[in-house]
């Protein structure tokens, strides 16, 4: 149950970045882990999986931009609503 509850979170996590970066590109970390609730270890963590998954790029300091797939990814969810 718990690594369940775990991975969940994770993907509540990412799915609210990646709205926020398609929302607004540049957060400073502060704010970003308020979004989250996550530690500043826990952020970069996040944020590296993001990149390493193609999903997200830097577009310069704490600025990110999302990439093809992260904007085909979020149209095939929004046409699951």
């Given at each position: 149950?718990?690594?369940g509850k775990i991975k969940r979170s994770g993907?509540?996590?990412s799915a609210?970045?990646?709205?926020?970066?398609?929302?607004?590109s540049n957060s400073?970390?502060?704010t970003l882990r308020k979004l989250n609730g996550l530690s500043e270890g826990?952020?970069?963590k996040m944020i590296m999986s993001l990149t390493r998954r193609g999903?997200?790029?830097r577009d310069g300091w704490q600025k990110?931009?999302?990439?093809a797939s992260a904007r085909k990814l979020m149209s095939e969810a929004l046409h699951l609503l």
């Open positions: 149950m718990k690594k993907s509540i996590n609210k970045l990646l709205i926020h970066f398609h929302n607004k400073d970390h502060p826990g952020l970069g999903l997200i790029v990110f931009a999302l990439t």
